[in-house]
């Protein structure tokens, strides 16, 4: 079973940046792929981009350019690099485990939000 518990969001106004970690446990973290996702109000949950063990990424559309996951095996960490952030970005970020490309565990989220 993994855990996953996300930190790093906040306040912040258009054009900044945050940097959004989840650490992970269980012995299966380190081979897994893990992915970040975000659901605003009134909106479905969507993928923001995923990692795979090996370190290959894939991003959603609307944060091509602006945002970068990366993930730290020994510490058993993913991050999330955001950039040039708009008031579109406001949401709930999840951290969650993928199989075969569908999210299986999820960690409880953290709130970002971009507003001036």
């Known amino acids: 079973q993994v855990q996953l518990v996300e930190s790093g969001g906040g306040l912040v106004q258009p054009g900044g940046s945050l940097r959004l970690s989840c650490a992970g446990s269980?012995?299966?973290?380190?081979?897994?792929?893990l992915g970040w996702y975000r659901q605003a109000p009134g909106k479905q949950r969507e993928l923001v981009a995923s990692?795979?063990?090996?370190?290959?990424?894939n991003y959603g559309d609307p944060v091509k350019g602006r945002f970068t996951i990366s993930r730290d095996n020994a510490k058993m960490t993913v991050y999330l690099q955001m950039n040039s952030l708009k008031p579109e970005d406001t949401a709930v970020y999840y951290c969650?485990?993928?199989?075969?490309?569908?999210?299986?565990?999820w960690g409880l989220g953290t709130q970002v939000t971009v507003s001036s």
């Open positions: 969650a485990r993928e199989v075969s490309g569908l999210p299986v565990s």
């Open positions: 269980g012995t299966i973290f380190r081979i897994s792929v």
């Open positions: 990692i795979t063990s090996g370190g290959t990424t």
